[in-house]
Nanobody
């Protein structure tokens, strides 16, 4: 059974950067694609982006394009979310989960599994 643990969240000023990690335990990490999601207070959870199993393909939501980058290190069983130029509206709990990533990517939660507990990101001056 794959288990995911997110870390790296915190408080950052607008324009700052953070790198979130999603560490997996269990087998076949290199076999799976992953997605990052976030949930802001009072809002529904939304997809941020995804990465393919071998890490060569990524897809992003329009609101993070050019600012966020997802990478995957199969040797370390870790998926990263590098966030640059953070804005107050990026404040949310960020989650990773196992699920599909392709050209038709639509972040449908029911297609994702093994959700982590999330890590809080707060962007504020």
């Amino acid at each position: 059974q794959l288990q995911l643990v997110e870390s790296g969240g915190g408080l950052v000023q607008p324009g700052g950067s953070l790198r979130l990690s999603c560490v997996a335990s269990g087998s076949r990490f290199d076999y799976y694609a992953f997605g990052w999601f976030r949930q802001a207070p009072g809002k529904e959870r939304e997809g941020v982006g995804c990465i393919s199993s071998i890490g060569t393909f990524t897809k992003y939501a329009d609101f993070v394009k050019g600012r966020f980058t997802i990478s995957k290190n199969n040797a370390e069983n870790t998926v990263y979310l590098q966030m640059n130029d953070l804005k107050p509206e990026d404040t949310a709990v960020y989650y990773c989960a196992r699920g599909p990533c392709n050209y038709q990517w639509a972040p449908i939660e029911i297609e994702y599994h093994n959700w982590g507990q999330g890590t809080q990101v707060t962007v504020s001056s």
